[in-house]
Structure formats: C-alpha cells, structure tokens
C-alpha cells in the first residue's frame, strides 16, 4: 500500500522568496517519487523524480528536492520564486518493486506567487 | 523526448452517450494507465494494462468502463453511458516496468 500526503493545499510567497512545498509518503516498499507540476487548463508535466542513488534530486525551472528515507519526506524546494511557478503541484509515489506500478497522487498544492 | 499522445484535447457529449478516448503510448513501453482528475481534485488511478489484460482497476472502473489495445499502437478508454460525474480530466500514461511513467496531456470530457 501506498500513500502521498501534501501539507497546504494552498501555499503563497513572494516572488524572490524561498519555495517550499510539502511531501510526506508512505510505502511498504521502496519508493519512486515524483513532484508533477499542472497549469491550468493543461496536463502534469514532471518536474523531477527520486528512483535511487543521490537523494537531492534536481529538476526543471530551478527545482529540486530531497529524499529523506528516516523522515518519509520529499520535499520540494526552489530558492527563489518567480511569477511564471504559479501552479498546482502534486507529489506521487509508485513503487520500486517491478511489474505494474500503479502512482498515488497526493491532493495537490497551489502555488500562488505575490508580485 | 519521447510523449505519450492523447486525442482529442477536449470531448462534449450528452449524458448517455458512449465516448472513446484514444491514447497513443509511447512505442517500447508495455504498461498502460488511466487516472483521472475531477475539477479541483486530486488525480485518481482508474486502471492498469498489461499483456492485453486490465492488471488492476480502482472501485472508480465500474462496468461502464473498458479499456482496449485494438492495434497494437492505441490504448482507448471507453465510457458507454456516461454521466454528469463522469466529467473529468482524463490522463493516459505509460511505462516500461522499471521508470516512471510518462503521462499524456490528458483529455478534458465534459458531459452535458
């Protein structure tokens, strides 16, 4: 079984400011993790994704996150926030354990982005 | 980079008509998806498919729905009485059986 929780359906900052957007899973087997980011009207798009190896994880338009197995957390960061982030984000999680691999979105974060 | 295709963008039909949503995965993968997205909600895993068999289905994949991979190439997913509820965004996404799965930019069905 497997399960994504996302902390803040809706998140503000201001552009320039730090993003944080958070992450906690839960899987009976080793991970896959992924952030999809959606803008309206339009399809997921991944931004990046933990298999295995380096735990930091880089992705499109300046974002990364971590995998912090002892936390169940992937958070996802990004420095500095620009107006064009302004998008719902959704965490998922798919298992690492072959054959089919069904992925479990979590409920999703809106980004919003204060000039 | 290699995409999954989905066809068309945006379906209208009348409640209780029978809709077909057509996917294109990509070419050397052998896993298919369906999920789907209400407005304003999270999205949803309705179905996997595997070796021309449905692997999996959520409690969502009632007898209204099947899945097809008529020709090798396509991957449908048909509706044949559909609902209000049933308006969603549906996405079509595909694997090899060891990396994520790409998705498609989904279909939008709205039923009137």
């Known amino acids: 079984a497997q399960s994504v929780t996302q902390l803040g359906s809706h998140v503000s900052v201001s552009e320039g400011a730090l993003v944080l957007l958070r992450c906690n899973y839960s899987s009976s087997v080793p991970p896959y993790l992924f952030w999809y980011v959606q803008y309206p009207n339009q399809g997921l798009q991944l931004l990046l994704k933990y298999t295995t190896g380096a735990t930091l994880v880089k992705g499109i338009n300046g974002f990364e996150a971590e995998f912090k197995k002892s936390e169940t957390s992937f958070h996802l960061t990004k420095p500095s926030a620009h107006m064009s982030d302004a998008a719902e984000y959704f965490c998922?999680?798919?298992?690492?354990?072959?054959?089919?691999?069904?992925?479990?979105f979590g409920i999703g974060t809106k980004l919003q982005v204060i000039p | 980079e290699p995409e999954v295709t989905q066809t068309p963008s945006h379906q209208v039909t009348q409640m209780g008509q029978e809709v077909i949503l057509r996917c294109v995965p990509i070419s050397n993968h052998l896993y298919f998806y369906w999920y789907r997205q209400i407005l304003g909600q999270k999205v949803e895993f309705l179905v996997s498919f595997y070796n021309n068999e449905i692997s999996e289905k959520s409690e969502i994949f009632d007898d209204q729905f099947s899945v097809e991979r008529p020709d090798g190439s396509n991957f449908t997913l048909k509706i044949r009485s559909t609902k209000l509820e049933d308006s969603a965004m549906y996405f079509c996404?595909?694997?090899?059986?060891?990396?994520?799965?790409?998705f498609g930019a989904g279909t939008r069905l709205s039923v009137l």
């Open positions: 996404a595909s694997t090899t059986s060891r990396q994520f799965q790409y």
């Open positions: 998922a999680v798919t298992q690492n354990s072959g054959g089919y691999q069904k992925v479990t």
